[in-house]
């Protein structure tokens, strides 16, 4: 079982920036893909980014791409969303979400992830 805690969410300035967090607690989670997917009012959820736990290799949705870094911290088992040049379009509930490595699947998408934190809601004004 993963456990996934959210924070850094609030309230920005567009062109602003800020850093979500997420704390992450389980066993074997050399064996995961971490990743943060979006859901904005009305919408269906929108995967953001992912990254390996293993190799920290990532993939950055092209919507962020160039804007977010996602990158994690492996002594403090964190995963970190790094939000610069932030846009009205980005305002969210943002997830942090993992899932276990399945060589079939495709990790840039919602439906791939089995575990999810709660959410941080990140709001940017215009």
């Known amino acids: 079982q993963v456990e996934l805690v959210e924070s850094g969410g609030g309230v920005v300035q567009t062109g602003g920036s800020l850093r979500l967090s997420c704390a992450v607690s389980g066993r074997d989670l050399s064996q995961y893909i971490m990743g943060w997917v979006r859901q904005a009012p009305g919408k269906g959820r929108e995967f953001v980014a992912s990254?390996?736990?293993?190799?920290?290799?990532?993939f950055h949705a092209e919507s962020v791409r160039g804007r977010f870094i996602i990158s994690t911290d492996n002594t403090k088992n964190t995963v970190h969303l790094q939000m610069n040049s932030l846009k009205p379009e980005d305002a969210a509930n943002y997830y942090c979400?993992?899932?276990?490595?399945?060589?079939?699947?495709?990790?840039?998408?919602?439906?791939?992830?089995?575990?999810w934190g709660q959410g941080t809601q990140v709001f940017v004004s215009s």
């Open positions: 979400a993992a899932g276990r490595i399945r060589p079939s699947e495709v990790t840039s998408r919602a439906g791939f992830y089995e575990h």
């Open positions: 990254i390996a736990w293993s190799s920290g290799q990532s």
